[in-house]
């Protein structure tokens, strides 16, 4: 697990340097596993499944194609598409904006995949986050995000328990979300977790077997008595209860509350500097 | 004519009386006792002081203390420790071994990396604190200015500069020679032999050793912890074929092999550590001085090579647990090269000017062997006070931090100072341009590794190697502007004297502490075990430049015939991004220097020497300091309006000499002399919750002297006063360096 919160900014290094067009080439492509939050327009209903999106960049022309394979209902089966040709813009130093009213998706030949029609296209990488919506045969919404979720800008406050005058308050603190669609499940990988200023900061602190249903607005990730691990070691000293997390598609916003030995910790958290 | 004051002719008459039993001579005989210490000055001389400063230090707008050569040898001054009891406001403790020169000056100073204080020898500018403290036999003259000199000294001399000058063998021929015996099985031998070999090229030879079995005993061995055995040399070779050029080259070599340490822990008061300590040290210095005197100017060059290989290896937590030891072999040269060109021209206006570059390199092996308490303490308690469930124990009961550093540093600078002399006022305005470059290669590994036990089964959960191997690089440049100005004024007196205004900033250079590793080191291995790692490597190891500016006021007053000399000085000092050496939270060991933010000191300071009548000398000196943070919060604690730690608030001298002659063929006087010298208060650490008051050495002699020979009885701390010198913290430990008891010795010395 603590493999992953470096893979994010791994991710994030290669994504700022293939759509750096300070480089001398003129295109980029990347691949991300995501995740598609899928609601039923005609029932409002949600539903979440794992995505993969290509992305060729083609900064020349300041168009995108975009192929994905996904699904968007349980009873579906998986498809691969390619929706080519998208306005691409820049919309700030370390960011690009894609979108399309109306765009008929197509296959690996360039044939259009019979039966899909995907609208109101609009999507951005931004310092490395990718998120993109779309709405498909007017059916499915879908706001598709990474599946690897880094809040690297938070503020933290942790109260005593037993005593609420006793405060603590933390802006190390780093919180990543590991979505796992096949599972409904989650992993919370913390950075410099530290409740207490006596309390030695750890360097990674990881919450397993979460669970995550995605809303209107984007997903809630819940669990009770975790045993965090360290390294791979359990930590019964630190058992997490209540904990409770709202992710925001709109906003790039989390909010995190969990308790803690004794602590009740809450944090607000950003994809992008604020 | 002599002044002889009523008050006075009293003693003088009973001791007169006294003395007639030994048949005395008339009490109007000069002694060489009265001998002012400036007439050196009026020799011509390749010191680098007479060059830069001018060769009466007293008509300069500096404080400085001057002792000449028969002062330094009654009062046994070998090192620039023995002679700071006499110079107001400088304090140089006994401390660990002879590598930590610890030197503090009107609040300013360091116990490590740089020092506040420059020393030069023989014109060589000793470029490491480190080997600063060494025995120095036939020394001719001590100059110690006090405020910042980094004008014209650079780098490093921001609380001033000690300056040592050897006999010349152009000045002084004859064989000299030196046996001392005292407390503690110490004794000292010496012979030199100084001769001209033609009449323009004069050749110095000395030879020096010195033991002592030390004073304190360590409890866990029973043995004697700061034993010591130190032998140098040295061959001075000058030639000076006409009145326009000299040459004058100096060697120097120094073998040191010493205990050390005598580290009392505050708990017990005991000396109980069970692992070696000691500290060797070569150290070899070569300085060839130059000098063309033409009409209107004097060009000298001085070139100085520098060499020091030395081990310090001690028991890091001086406690009889197995906690670890560090060692630091070290080998660092360096090169110096200076041109100074001085107007000559007696004219209103005179100048000089000068250019100074240095390179000094040192590599260093600096492990930390972490041993079986260390580890049970240090690492396993607490990462399973953390995780009792998953219980660490170690793979062996010793594994070694490795540490590797390369470091190598160099500058240069340019300089300048004009004066000007209008009536009876003297103006002087002067800057230098400082660049310094250093960086340091570090290379720290470890191997070793844990196993993790799951606590309710009892059986292996998973082993984890560590395997460390960090190498990196630092470096920083430092760029710095010096000015100076200052207004003398001299006094219409009979005896020059003069009183003056001196502003002028001072620098300590800044660099890296290497001893922060085996603790960055140590973090890592937690952040292994899951536990972050809380120091940036570059934030902790690296420290910036200290800059300081000084404001001062003072006076040289001579009067009755320069049989009263007075120095008064008032100081202010504000300084920036102050260095000091302060411990790291939790139960880690080793020191960083860090920045502290901002201080200031002001004080005064008072020198006499009287000479009611020929055979008595009396020497005062007192130098008040009040030093304190204006800021410094290290995050956890707010130390603003506390007093610096390791300046004392006090430091007092008094000493009197008083000669009776003889008339004895084989005897030709007796000399006694009586001082006190006292230090404190100060505080030991930035909280101000530990403190050495002020306290009191007493000592005395009495020698009977021939023309060729002298020979002395003397103590020193007679009262055998119980004081600490100094105090630190290890792992949460406290401890403090006793000062030495009475000593009781004996010296002779010939002179042929």
Redesign the interface.
């Known amino acids: 697990m603590k493999k992953y919160l470096s893979l994010f900014f791994i991710a994030l290094a290669l994504i700022m340097a293939s759509c750096n067009n300070d480089n001398d080439e003129n295109y980029a492509t990347m691949s991300s596993d995501m995740i598609n939050r899928v609601t039923l327009v005609s029932t409002g209903s949600t539903g979440m499944y794992a995505a993969t999106y290509q992305f060729y960049l083609d900064f020349a022309n300041a168009k995108t194609n975009i192929t994905v394979t996904t699904k968007f209902a349980a009873q579906m089966p998986e498809v691969t598409f390619m929706v080519k040709d998208l306005p691409l813009s820049a919309s700030s130093s370390t960011g690009y904006t894609f979108t399309a009213s109306s765009v008929t998706p197509v296959d690996a030949s360039g044939t259009a995949v019979s039966g899909y029609t995907i609208t109101n296209l609009s999507g951005q990488i931004l310092d490395g986050v990718i998120k993109l919506q779309y709405t498909v045969n007017g059916t499915f919404q879908v706001q598709a995000t990474s599946n690897k979720l880094a809040y690297t800008t938070a503020n933290t406050t942790v109260t005593d328990t037993l005593d609420a005058t006793k405060i603590y308050k933390n802006t190390e603190m780093k919180y990543g979300f590991i979505l796992d669609a096949a599972k409904d499940s989650a992993a919370l990988y913390l950075a ?1 977790a ?1 409740f207490d200023a006596n309390m ?6 990881t919450f397993p077997h979460l669970t995550v249903t995605p809303t209107a607005t984007g997903y809630t990730i819940t669990g009770n008595n975790i045993v965090p691990t ?8 630190y058992l997490i209860t209540n904990f409770l997390a709202n992710l925001y598609y709109d906003s790039d916003k989390a909010t995190i509350s969990f308790e803690c030995a004794g602590k009740k910790v809450e944090a607000t958290g950003y994809l992008h500097a604020q | 004519m002599n002044h002889n004051f009523p008050i006075f002719l009293s003693l003088k008459a009973v001791l007169t009386l006294i003395i007639s039993i030994f048949g005395a001579a008339s009490a109007s005989a000069v002694t060489d006792l009265y001998q002012p210490a400036d007439t050196a000055i009026r020799l011509r001389e390749l010191s680098v002081i007479a060059l830069k400063n001018g060769l009466d230090l007293t008509n300069q707008p500096i404080s400085s203390t001057i002792l000449g050569k028969s002062g330094i040898e009654h009062r046994k001054i070998l090192t620039s420790r023995d002679a700071s009891a006499m110079v107001p406001n400088l304090f140089i403790p006994e401390y660990g071994s002879r590598m930590t020169s610890a030197i503090f000056v009107r609040g300013l100073g360091s116990r490590m990396d740089m020092p506040a204080m420059g020393m030069n020898i023989d014109n060589i500018p000793i470029l490491n604190k480190d080997n600063y403290d060494f025995d120095i036999i036939d020394i001719n003259r001590i100059e110690v200015l006090r405020g910042p000199q980094s004008t014209l000294y650079g780098r490093n001399t921001m609380g001033g500069l000690i300056n040592i000058s050897t006999l010349s063998p152009l000045q002084y021929q004859g064989t000299r020679f030196l046996a001392e015996y005292a407390s503690a099985n110490s004794y000292r031998t010496a012979m030199s032999h100084y001769a001209k070999l033609s009449s323009t090229l004069g050749l110095g030879i000395m030879g020096y050793y010195r033991s002592t079995d030390g004073f304190f005993t360590n409890l866990y061995n029973g043995k004697k912890c700061d034993w010591e055995h130190l032998g140098s040399g040295r061959i001075k070779l000058q030639w000076q074929p006409s009145n326009d050029f000299s040459l004058s080259n100096v060697f120097f070599m120094s073998i040191l092999h010493q205990g050390g340490y005598p580290y009392e822990y505050l708990a017990t008061g005991e000396i109980n550590y069970n692992d070696t300590c000691f500290y060797r040290r070569t150290s070899i210095m070569d300085g060839i001085t130059a000098q063309w005197h033409k009409t209107n100017m004097t060009l000298t060059s001085i070139t100085s090579f520098q060499y020091i290989n030395d081990n310090m290896t001690m028991d890091q937590d001086f406690l009889p647990l197995s906690y670890f030891t560090l060692t630091q072999a070290r080998k660092e040269y360096g090169f110096t090269q200076e041109f100074v060109v001085k107007s000559n021209a007696d004219k209103d206006y005179h100048w000089v000017c000068g250019a100074y570059g240095f390179y000094k390199h040192y590599n260093m092996d600096a492990p930390v062997t972490f041993k079986d308490y260390g580890i049970e303490q240090l690492i396993e308690k607490h990462r399973n006070d953390a995780n009792p469930d998953y219980p660490i124990k170690w793979d062996s009961r010793e594994f070694l931090l490795g540490d590797n550093f390369r470091c190598p540093d160099y500058g240069a600078a340019v300089y300048h100072q004009s004066s000007y002399d209008v009536v009876r006022w003297t103006f002087s305005g002067g800057f230098r341009l400082d660049f310094e470059h250093s960086a340091l290669n570090y290379h720290s590994s470890a191997n070793t590794g844990f196993s993790i036990i799951d606590a309710s089964t009892g059986g292996l959960f998973r082993h984890d190697d560590v395997n460390i191997d960090f190498p990196g690089h630092l470096s920083k440049s430092f760029f710095q502007f010096l000015p100076k100005v200052s207004a003398l004024y001299h006094l219409s007196m009979p005896s020059p004297s003069n009183v003056y205004l001196s502003i002028s900033k001072g620098y300590k250079s800044g660099g890296f502490n290497t001893q922060m590793f085996s603790d960055v080191l140590q973090e890592r291995i937690m952040n292994l075990m899951g536990l972050a790692m809380k120091y940036d490597v570059d934030q902790i190891v690296s420290y910036k430049p200290e800059k300081c500016w000084t404001f001062e006021a003072g006076s040289h007053i001579e009067c009755y015939d320069r049989r009263i000399q007075t120095d008064i000085s008032a100081f202010y000092i504000r300084c920036t991004d102050q260095q000091l050496t302060v411990y790291p939270d939790g139960t880690t060991t080793g020191r960083i220097t860090t920045n502290a933010g901002r201080t200031r000191s002001f004080g005064a300071e008072l020198a006499m020497k009287i000479i009611p009548f020929d055979a008595l000398e009396i020497n005062v000196s007192y130098g008040y300091t009040n030093a304190k943070f204006t800021r410094f919060n290290n995050g956890k604690q707010d130390y603003a309006g506390n007093f610096i730690p390791y300046a004392p608030q006090n430091t007092i001298f008094a000493g009197a000499n008083y000669t009776l002659p003889l008339s004895a063929k084989w005897a030709s006087r007796i000399v006694i002399s009586a001082d006190v010298r006292a230090v404190g208060d100060m505080y030991w650490d930035e909280a101000n919750t530990v403190k050495q008051s002020l306290y009191a050495l007493p000592g005395a002699s009495i020698a009977i002297e021939g023309n060729h020979y002298s020979l002395s009885l003397w103590g020193t701390n007679l009262s055998d006063t119980d004081y600490r010198s100094f105090y630190f913290v290890s792992i949460g430990n406290a401890f403090l360096q006793r000062g030495k008891p009475r000593q009781l010795g004996v010296t002779l010395r010939v002179n042929i």
């Open positions: 410099n530290q030695p900061a750890q360097s990674g602190m360290i390294s791979g070691v359990p930590f019964k000293s």
